[in-house]
């Protein structure tokens, strides 16, 4: 079964910065694809960033030129450098894989992925 595990979130002022992990394991398929979700309360799920294991990149507008999503494939391991923090960039932050590979609508529905438990970040004004 998959396991994904999130860290590296917590509260930061407007402007700052914050990178969180995914350390992911037990793969019972070959992983094509990852990304990072958010949720605010109340809300959809939103999706931020995505990485193919060729290195293809998809950003979701509202993070775009402020987050970067990298990942270690040696180490089965995603990463997110949140740059430029706002107060809206408040949620809880999730990890997530699949087998499939992902484009840009992929973000918009986020189907066939394994998740993790989630990370909160809080950005104060």
């Known amino acids: 079964q998959v396991q994904l595990v999130e860290s590296g979130g917590g509260s930061v002022q407007a402007g700052g910065s914050l990178r969180l992990t995914c350390a992911t394991s037990?793969?019972?398929?070959?992983?094509?694809?990852m990304g990072w979700f958010r949720q605010h309360p109340g809300k959809e799920r939103e999706g931020l960033a995505l990485?193919?294991?060729?290195?293809?990149?998809s950003y979701a507008d509202s993070v775009k030129g402020r987050f970067t999503i990298s990942q270690d494939n040696a180490k089965n391991t995603l990463y997110l450098q949140m740059n430029s923090l706002k107060p809206e960039d408040t949620a809880m932050y999730y990890c997530?894989?699949?087998?499939?590979?992902?484009?840009?609508?992929?973000?918009?529905?986020?189907?066939?992925?394994?998740w993790g438990q989630g990370t909160q970040v809080t950005v104060s004004s």
């Open positions: 990485i193919n294991v060729d290195g293809s990149t």
């Open positions: 037990g793969y019972t398929y070959s992983r094509i694809c």
């Open positions: 997530a894989a699949t087998g499939r590979y992902c484009y840009t609508e992929t973000l918009t529905h986020g189907r066939y992925f394994d």
